[in-house]
């Protein structure tokens, strides 16, 4: 993957009815969010047992991690539409590893 030949493709279009109807139709202030959006990237990878890269997993963990502590009331102040960003600067040893 490089950001010298990676395509990004940006497509924003008017919210589906359905999305609205479940996202803040008939919902109290602090119950709405976003409800849309997504990013979508994978590959297989060997950093983790999941098979997932590293710093999917953790963002993945950290966004469970803003759900529940919404839920709990320990930060009742966060919406429904929190986001998480990893970034991880890998060294490589003499080795090669």
Same mark, same amino acid.
Request: net charge negative; with cysteine.
């Given at each position: 993957?490089?950001?010298?030949?990676?395509?990004?493709?940006?497509?924003?279009?008017?919210?589906?009815?359905? *999305?609205?109807?479940?996202?803040?139709? %008939? =919902?109290?202030?602090? #119950?709405?969010?976003?409800?849309? @959006?997504?990013?979508?990237?994978?590959?297989?990878?060997?950093?983790?047992?999941?098979?997932?890269?590293?710093? *999917?997993?953790?963002?993945?963990?950290? %966004? =469970?991690?803003?759900? #529940?502590?919404?839920?709990?009331? @320990?930060?009742?102040?966060?919406?429904?539409?929190?986001?998480?960003?990893?970034?991880?600067?890998?060294?490589?040893?003499?080795?090669?590893?």
């Amino acid at each position: 993957l490089s950001y010298k030949t990676c395509e990004v493709l940006v497509r924003i279009n008017k919210q589906s009815p359905d *999305i609205a109807g479940g996202v803040h139709v %008939g =919902k109290e202030d602090l #119950d709405t969010g976003a409800g849309d @959006q997504g990013i979508m990237f994978g590959y297989a990878s060997d950093e983790t047992a999941d098979c997932m890269p590293l710093t *999917i997993l953790m963002a993945t963990r950290l %966004g =469970k991690k803003l759900t #529940d502590v919404r839920k709990s009331g @320990q930060l009742w102040w966060l919406r429904p539409d929190g986001k998480t960003q990893v970034t991880i600067e890998y060294m490589q040893n003499v080795d090669g590893s």
